[in-house]
């Protein structure tokens, strides 16, 4: 592909998606001095603040996520990690100050709100020698000069060490012994708070939104067709709900998991699959509450990888409200549904869809829940304490688990920052820093940006994720069943 022209400052650039790749990006370019930007989302996040009960259903609404530095060999996201832990310390920092000065804070947030947590991350399993992932982990995160952070469970230098530092509670947080490495340096964050600071910073720089089921809904594009034998059409902007046109010289799809629909050449590049989370309510006055509470417990996944189905856990420490939360990934169901070109493509479905909206999540999925909390923490049920709440939450999954941050291959003016794969969260603070790079064409070969360029799978690569498996694949929703609570 030859180089875009570069973008004047004062372009205008629609964003659509105010998830973290669309408010991350919007942040970034205003603070690179781009003056002419443009927020398109079809949730009323102004008004209902990224909160699940108030109606959101994307990726990144949430109460928290899991921030970690342990990413095995794959040492590009780790050194994305140890960027992104600075800029949420920088936040958590700016909230902290903003007592002075309370114009820095959405309305509802006060100066004694924290985004990120640093309670230790624990990644485990129930095998019996440290899966070849937390090796890996442990070896580059040394070589990367994070000494005594990554804390092997078993071992007796690093049980002191941890000691040292306050973790001991985290190293085994479960009824019974597992075997893992504690990433001390990570913990989770308060996703909607999070969210909600992004979206107020990126407004006090002066990006517009337009939020709403109508004039926020991307509906189509605005399209001229091109002279250049590479390119197919040069994209001038879009068309929201309401019937408005919006032109821009560059728009940016960050859709989530709308977006292999929106933008249907992501076929076998990236598919929305959802995940099976779990909601435990622990009472006030219950002392489970301190238990599990961040101070002595760790976010934690299990069995994440070489597990299939039976595995592929996580959890976080109860939340303010009392809300322990549970997810589950062993087995990415999709829901393919046939769209207007006559293909099948998965697209979210939750029980704020306003078709078919669904309440019930799979069956085996609950049973893999159910087996390790019975297993795992039976002090729960032992207290009275059941899976109170369930929900799907749809994640955008490349073949390769790598982002895709690009120009739209044949289709000018267009770029896409989406496969988050499970793991972009963490990068709210600072991947748009990169998808800017992307835009200005800057150290474009860096290891991450590669692994994020258009691609297709080659042959003989075997996918991490096998996409498109369609309606009469084994992860269909439509073919597993599902259960209510
Ligand atoms: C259950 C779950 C748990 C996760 N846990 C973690 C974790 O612990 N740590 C971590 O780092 N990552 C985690 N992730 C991954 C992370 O949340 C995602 O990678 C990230 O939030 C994706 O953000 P996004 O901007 O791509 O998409 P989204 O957050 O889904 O945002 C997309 C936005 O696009 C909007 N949109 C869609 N279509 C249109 C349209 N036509 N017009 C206008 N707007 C539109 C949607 O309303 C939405 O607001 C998790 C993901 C899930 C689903």
């Known amino acids: 592909m030859t180089s875009p022209p570069p973008l004047a400052k004062d372009s205008p650039i629609i964003i659509i998606g105010a998830g973290i790749f669309g408010l991350s990006t919007s942040l970034h370019l205003a603070q690179r001095g781009y003056s002419n930007i443009t927020v398109f989302d079809k949730q009323p996040y102004h008004k209902t603040l990224y909160s699940y009960d108030a109606g959101c259903d994307s990726a990144s609404f949430d109460i928290n996520k899991i921030i970690r530095s342990a990413y095995g060999s794959q040492t590009e996201y780790q050194d994305l990690s140890t960027e992104a832990l600075s800029a949420w310390a920088a936040w958590n920092e700016e909230l902290k100050s903003s007592s002075e000065d309370d114009t820095l804070l959405p309305p509802g947030m006060t100066s004694s709100d924290i985004f990120f947590i640093q309670n230790g991350h624990l990644t485990c399993s129930d095998a019996d020698t440290l899966p070849e992932f937390e090796r890996a982990t442990v070896e580059n995160m040394e070589l990367a000069g994070h000494h005594g952070t990554q804390l092997i469970n078993n071992e007796q230098r690093d049980i002191k060490l941890a000691s040292q530092q306050g973790f001991t509670s985290a190293l085994q947080p479960f009824d019974k012994h597992v075997?893992?490495?504690?990433?001390?340096?990570?913990?989770?964050?308060?996703?909607?708070?999070?969210?909600?600071?992004?979206?107020?910073?990126?407004?006090?720089?002066?990006?517009?939104?337009?939020?709403?089921?109508?004039?926020?809904?991307?509906?189509?594009?605005?399209?001229?067709?091109?002279?250049?034998?590479?390119?197919?059409?040069?994209?001038?902007?879009?068309?929201?709900?309401?019937?408005?046109?919006?032109?821009?010289?560059?728009?940016?799809?960050?859709?989530?998991?709308?977006?292999?629909?929106?933008?249907?050449?992501?076929?076998?590049?990236?598919?929305?699959?959802?995940?099976?989370?779990?909601?435990?309510?622990?009472?006030?006055?219950?002392?489970?509450?301190?238990?599990?509470?961040?101070?002595?417990?760790?976010?934690?996944?299990?069995?994440?990888?070489?597990?299939?189905?039976?595995?592929?856990?996580?959890?976080?420490?109860?939340?303010?409200?009392?809300?322990?939360?549970?997810?589950?990934?062993?087995?990415?169901?999709?829901?393919?549904?046939?769209?207007?070109?006559?293909?099948?493509?998965?697209?979210?479905?939750?029980?704020?869809?306003?078709?078919?909206?669904?309440?019930?999540?799979?069956?085996?999925?609950?049973?893999?829940?159910?087996?390790?909390?019975?297993?795992?923490?039976?002090?729960?049920?032992?207290?009275?304490?059941?899976?109170?709440?369930?929900r799907l939450c749809w994640y955008t999954d490349s073949f390769d688990n790598h982002y895709v941050i690009d120009r739209v291959p044949r289709h000018e003016g267009l770029m896409c920052a989406t496969g988050g794969s499970g793991h972009a969260f963490k990068f709210l603070p600072s991947i748009g820093n990169w998808v800017v790079d992307v835009i200005e064409g800057v150290g474009l070969d860096r290891p991450a940006i590669k692994a994020w360029r258009w691609r297709i799978l080659q042959e003989g690569e075997e996918p991490v994720n096998k996409l498109m498996e369609g309606s009469q694949g084994p992860r269909s929703l439509w073919n597993v069943p599902l259960v209510s609570v």
Not at 185 to 208: E, M, N, P
Not at 233 to 256: E, N, Q, R
Not at 265 to 294: N, Q, W, Y
Not at 305 to 318: E, N, Q, S
Request: with cysteine.
């Open 179 to 390: 075997l893992g490495v504690l990433d001390t340096t990570g913990g989770f964050v308060l996703a909607d708070k999070a969210c909600r600071f992004a979206l107020y910073k990126a407004k006090r720089l002066g990006v517009r939104f337009i939020l709403g089921a109508e004039s926020g809904r991307l509906t189509s594009f605005i399209h001229r067709s091109s002279v250049s034998p590479s390119t197919n059409s040069i994209i001038t902007g879009i068309v929201t709900a309401d019937g408005k046109s919006h032109s821009a010289a560059l728009t940016i799809l960050c859709c989530g998991g709308w977006t292999p629909s929106l933008l249907p050449s992501l076929d076998s590049l990236c598919e929305t699959t959802a995940g099976s989370v779990f909601m435990l309510h622990i009472p006030e006055a219950s002392p489970l509450r301190k238990r599990f509470h961040h101070s002595r417990f760790p976010s934690w996944s299990f069995n994440m990888r070489d597990h299939g189905a039976d595995g592929g856990l996580y959890g976080f420490p109860v939340d303010q409200n009392g809300v322990l939360k549970i997810g589950y990934r062993g087995t990415k169901y999709t829901n393919p549904q046939v769209q207007s070109d006559g293909r099948e493509r998965s697209v979210p479905v939750t029980k704020w869809s306003s078709n078919d909206a669904i309440t019930q999540v799979p069956q085996q999925a609950h049973q893999v829940v159910t087996k390790f909390l019975e297993e795992y923490l039976p002090e729960l049920g032992n207290s009275g304490i059941y899976i109170a709440e369930t």
